[in-house]
């Protein structure tokens, strides 16, 4: 068993990285275009707790506040439609 808590433990090292290098491109591509990224996401349950997991996937870019984070697709449509995006 030891063995395979090892790779269990390699696999979720190697995954957190990879949300940790997509949180560094997006604070760069944030900081490059001077727009803050809109951030739509699926969770399990909803509420806090997938904010939460959000915020220690990417935390760099949900750290400032200014990210918008969404867990409901018509929510983040209403504001896409909205005239101030358009």
Do not use: K, Y
């Amino acid at each position: 068993m030891v063995g395979a808590n090892t790779a269990l433990r390699e696999v979720e090292e190697h995954t957190l990285g990879q949300w940790l290098e997509l949180d560094r491109l997006l604070v760069q591509f944030w900081e490059s275009c001077s727009i803050p990224p809109m951030i739509l996401f699926w969770a399990l349950s909803r509420g806090e707790p997938a904010r939460d997991l959000m915020g220690r996937l990417l935390p760099e870019t949900t750290g400032g506040g200014t990210v918008n984070l969404f867990d409901d697709w018509h929510c983040a449509q209403e504001l896409l439609c909205h005239p101030l995006f358009l």
